[in-house]
């Protein structure tokens, strides 16, 4: 797990506050797909943190399955790719490091960084990709009632960043306060729910 310790340095750019990041740590950057994840990994990748994909990690370790002709992706055993990882991740990395997926909340990460999106909005950005009706549907579901959370386990701490109408650089620079800032939760009452906000 990660330290916290009385610390006024700065990582890759990123302000570390009182986090003692010198052994580097392991962030899921997890949301529904179009809620910019890989974008966001990307802006991190400049800043100089290390950026791994599960499909990567689970190529590396034999767990990359076969197409799923429902929506195209890849099957990938979560459960199976955890149990290969958690013994060899107890050891920190050298620095800063993004496990980027929409399934990266089921590794034994030390945080987890969940991207929301407005589905309506969402809804806009998947059918611009062109996806089918029926995933662009399912995608909207699983953000209308924050899927990521629903599946939540262990203790890690998580966090939620709004990228309806956000620039990715307002982003990133809230993701490296909350690195700052030690991996704080949420404060209570701060979670998204949009079904709350269509029903106001």
Known sequence: MVNIAPATRSVH????GRRNVSGGFRLALTGTPGTGKSTVAQALCDAGFEVVTVESLAEQHGLLGDVDPS?????????????????PWESPPRGPSVVD????HHLPCDA?????????????????RGYSEGKVRSNYEWELLGGAWNEREGDSPWREFDT??????????????WI???????????LI????SMEE
Do not use: M
């Open 193 to 196: 729910d949009w079904v709350a």
């Open 101 to 104: 997926g929409h399934l990266s």
């Open 13 to 16: 750019g990123f302000p570390t």
């Open 112 to 128: 987890v960084a969940v991207l929301r999106c407005s589905p309506d909005i969402l809804e806009a950005r998947l059918t611009d």
């Open 164 to 177: 309806s109408e956000c620039s990715i650089g307002s982003v990133v620079a809230s993701l490296g306060d």
């Open 71 to 87: 929506d195209g992706a890849r099957v990938i055993d979560t459960d199976a790719l955890h149990d290969v990882l958690v013994t």
């Open 180 to 190: 700052a800032d030690g991996f704080k939760p949420n404060s209570p009452g701060s």
